[in-house]
Nanobody
């Protein structure tokens, strides 16, 4: 059974920082793409950041690339999202997601999902 366990959400003021963590276990495939989506209230879920746990380049959405950083602990199947200079528009439920490839991840084609962690940014 695939499990994605997230932590690190919360409430901050504009300009603050948060760090999200996700640990994946039980993944049935040898190649794992692990990352983050977010879903603001009343909006579609969108990809934020991700990367293969085996290493290589990472993906960061244009809307956050100057403020968010993704990092990995490949041996532990963990991924982190460092979020700096947070804005009210970053308020959303953030979901960890696992997929067999980058393309599958972005298309949400067969993704496994965590339970989500709420990030709220207030002015």
């Amino acid at each position: 059974e695939v499990q994605l366990v997230e932590s690190g959400g919360g409430s901050v003021q504009v300009g603050g920082s948060l760090r999200l963590s996700c640990t994946a276990s039980g993944y049935p495939y040898s190649r794992l793409y692990l990352g983050w989506f977010r879903q603001p209230p009343g909006k579609e879920r969108e990809g934020v950041a991700g990367g293969y746990t085996a290493g290589g380049g990472t993906f960061i959405a244009d809307s956050v690339k100057d403020r968010f950083t993704i990092s990995r602990n490949n041996s532990a199947n963990m991924v982190y999202l460092q979020m700096n200079s947070l804005k009210p528009e970053d308020t959303a439920m953030y979901y960890c997601a696992a997929a067999p490839s980058f393309n599958s991840f972005l298309r949400r084609d067969g993704n496994y999902w965590g339970q989500g962690t709420q990030v709220t940014v207030s002015s």
